[in-house]
């Protein structure tokens, strides 16, 4: 099934979906998504029709108020783009850091969008004042306005009318949170780029994370957590305690981006931990190496 996306955005659990929805409920209540980013599995749980309503959340207010423009006032963004895209016609790296330049004065969704669309690899870098600094990609002018139409008005048909949009600290959203929802969340962690990651906005303190987790599991709350992994040898991530009682399964993520520039044949490993409560309910899970490519796994619940 063919899951749109908007934009491209680095780290997005887009091509490993198929594989995690797999240890999620076949029917939810309601997906809650702390840290949505480009909300890849909230959008493949719409589409496999998963869940009957979604709570999408992200701590950077641009990036969930360009999501919640995609959703709930698809064409206005569309039309929008376009006008941005066609100012390309000139001087496109020019345009790009014009356009850059404005959104870190008024942090404009719409705005956003192009820029995501024009960097290099949809990968989003930050400054240490927190303002956008990732370069254009000077291959490629980004997605053409017909096709961004497209993909906006497909991710607005698949979620309008069913999903909230917030953009709050993930504590305040977890506390929220009813017992028969599902959680899925993939947090920034540890490990990938020294003290400060410049992807994100905000770092995530590891301890009040698994403050929030045992929290989560007092309450018998199902939750899956797309944490830490390895290429290689090396291991990225600082593994979360015993404890809490989490489920790790390994799934492959194929070749790194980096190992193949360097014409590496390293394999990222990304783990997903299932909560007590969401491991009880999947039953005995294969001790073995899930991959995407071989992924042979029964229907769950």
């Known amino acids: 099934m063919n899951v749109p996306q908007a934009f491209q955005y680095q780290g997005s659990k887009r091509a490993l979906a198929p594989l995690i929805l797999k240890f999620l409920p076949v029917k939810m209540r309601r997906l809650v998504d702390p840290f949505t980013g ?35 006032r698809p064409e206005e963004l569309a039309d929008a783009y376009a006008e941005l895209w066609k100012g390309d016609a000139e001087d496109a790296l020019e345009h790009f850091y ?11 969704p719409k705005l956003f969008l192009y820029l995501l669309a024009r960097c290099i690899k949809g990968a989003v870098r930050y400054n240490s004042e927190g303002m956008f600094n990732q370069s254009p990609d000077k291959r490629r002018l980004g997605t053409r306005p ?10 607005s048909m698949l979620l309008r009318g069913k999903t909230i949009v917030t953009s709050h600290d993930f504590r305040d959203v977890l506390e ?26 905000a770092g995530l303190s590891f301890d009040d994370f698994v403050v929030a987790l045992d929290g989560l599991n007092s309450r018998g709350l199902r939750y899956a957590i797309s944490y830490d992994g390895r290429t290689g040898d090396k291991a ?3 593994t979360l305690p015993g404890y809490l009682g989490l489920t790790h399964i390994e799934l492959e993520a194929g070749r790194s981006s980096q190992a193949t520039l360097l014409g590496r044949e390293e394999q990222t490993i990304e783990s ?7 491991a009880a309910a999947v039953g005995k899970i294969p001790s073995r190496l899930i991959t995407r490519r071989n992924a042979v796994q029964a229907e769950l619940f």
Not at 43 to 51: K, S, W
Not at 98 to 108: H, P, S, Y
Not at 177 to 185: A, G, K, L, R
Not at 272 to 278: D, G, K, R, T, V
């Open 236 to 238: 990225y991530g600082e």
């Open 176 to 201: 929220a949170t009813e017992d028969d929802d599902v959680i899925y969340m993939d947090p920034p962690y540890q490990g990938t780029s020294g003290d400060r990651d410049s992807r994100y906005l």
């Open 146 to 155: 017909e096709t961004m139409r497209q993909n906006i008005m497909a991710v």
């Open 38 to 72: 480009s909300a890849a599995m909230t959008l493949a749980c719409a589409a496999h029709m998963r869940a009957e309503r979604f709570w999408i959340n992200d701590l950077n207010k641009p990036l969930a108020e360009l999501l919640n423009l995609m959703i709930h």
């Open 98 to 108: 014009t356009v850059r330049e404005k959104f870190n004065r008024t942090q404009e």
């Open 272 to 278: 997903l931990y299932l909560s007590p409560a969401l």
